[in-house]
């Protein structure tokens, strides 16, 4: 019977794949307290989970929805999302962060598309794994996607094609 | 440039989830905390829950930091998170007495860990021998209502949860020898040494 591993070595384990994708969907600004919700609210969880989960698509699950509080919630402030996000929180790596002007792109795309290519391309999650998070057909996943990927192409040159 | 992943500041996510650890203790999400303390007798991991200290594991003879938290996480709760502030009271009463300035803990203790009511007598037997001094198995044994039990009084004591603060060094066998020791008998004969009760054995 296989059972839970302690909350720590999950922390440990997943902690990396959580905060890229946080960063490439809220921005390195809001990154870091939304990364708190989603483990503490995971950590909330945990003792009940199902011992055979698959452990990083639910904690990516949980980050998705911080992340769609954190989009809600700069719907409803006066500044708009691209002020927001030229503010960095921390300053970028030296080599100023590969794609991070994509990101910032894909930041402004709508929702759907938005929430499809952080999953897809910052959290390496599978059309599959991405439609149960998003309750939505693995078809509009991939849909989604595309769409958004055609919108960056319009801007940029040498996206990768939809996997 | 494509899409990719965005980059990490190097140690930023680590430290970040050493702040999320530190919350999860202080807002009492975290059913269990746990540290790694440095001793003379080698690292140990203090895991305590809300009641109080639960294990106190030598990290080497007892299985490795996994194999201590795997055990806590099936017997007690897997919302485990490494606290070091929280266990600040274990690693300063353990560093008084391997200093020489603490004879009796007094540290808030969970014996959830305690497998049956006879272990719990046994070690509750173990934990009135005061320092310096020694008791028995045979003695130990009847102290826990069981006289004839001393085998498995030597079990019990075997699979104390908590060696050190709950002193099962100082039961010897009652033949003079030193019987056995959760944490090997070298370390058995290091605590003993350190109290200065059985210096020659």
């Known amino acids: 019977m296989s059972t839970l591993p302690p909350f720590q070595r999950f922390l440990d ?5 959580v905060l890229r994708f ?13 990364f708190q919700e989603t483990f503490l609210s995971a950590l909330r969880a945990y003792p009940r989970l199902r011992p055979n989960s698959n452990l990083r698509s639910w904690v990516l699950t949980i980050a998705h929805r911080k992340a769609l509080d954190v989009h809600r919630a700069r719907g409803r402030r006066p500044l708009p999302v691209a002020e927001l996000d030229d503010r960095p929180a921390h300053p970028a790596p030296a080599d100023g962060g590969r794609g991070g002007d994509h990101w910032n792109r894909v930041r402004a795309l709508p929702p759907r598309q938005r929430e499809v290519l952080t999953l897809r391309y910052a959290a390496d999650l599978t059309h599959a794994e991405i439609a149960l998070a998003l309750g939505c057909t693995e078809a509009a996943a991939r849909r989604a996607a595309a769409d958004g990927l055609k919108t960056l192409r319009k801007e940029l040159s040498d996206v990768p094609a939809p996997a | 440039m494509s899409l990719h992943p965005p ?3 190097p140690g930023h996510a680590a430290a970040l989830a050493a702040r999320t650890a530190a919350r999860a203790a202080d807002e009492g999400i975290a059913d ?3 540290a790694t303390v440095d001793s003379p007798v080698g ?16 990290e080497l003879e007892n299985g490795g930091l996994d194999t ?6 099936v017997r007690l709760s897997p919302a485990i998170v490494e606290a070091p502030a929280r266990l600040d009271d274990v690693r300063r009463e353990l560093d008084e007495y391997f200093a020489g300035r603490r004879r009796d803990f007094a540290l808030p203790l969970d014996w959830a860990l ?3 009511p006879f272990h719990r007598g046994v070690l ?3 934990t009135e021998i005061p320092f310096g001094a020694t008791s028995t198995y045979r003695e130990i044994a009847a102290a826990a209502g069981s006289p004839t039990a001393y085998r498995a009084t030597g079990n019990a004591l075997g699979s104390n949860p908590i060696p050190i603060v709950v002193p099962c060094h100082r039961v010897l066998a009652s033949s003079g020898g030193l019987g056995g020791y959760t944490g090997g008998l070298e370390r058995k004969r290091l605590l003993l040494s350190l109290e200065g009760g059985m210096l020659g054995v």
Request: overall charge negative; glycine content about 4%.
């Open chain 2, 32 to 34: 269990v905390v746990y």
């Open chain 2, 43 to 58: 690292r140990l991991v203090a895991v305590a829950t809300r009641r109080g200290l639960a294990r106190l594991a030598y």
């Open chain 2, 68 to 73: 201590v938290l795997d055990e806590v996480a």
């Open chain 2, 124 to 126: 509750h037997a173990a």
């Open chain 2, 7 to 9: 980059d990490l500041q």
């Open chain 2, 114 to 116: 305690v497998r049956t």
């Open chain 1, 22 to 34: 946080l960063v490439a969907t809220v921005g390195r600004h809001d990154a870091d307290d939304a």
């Open chain 1, 13 to 17: 384990t997943h902690r990396d794949d």
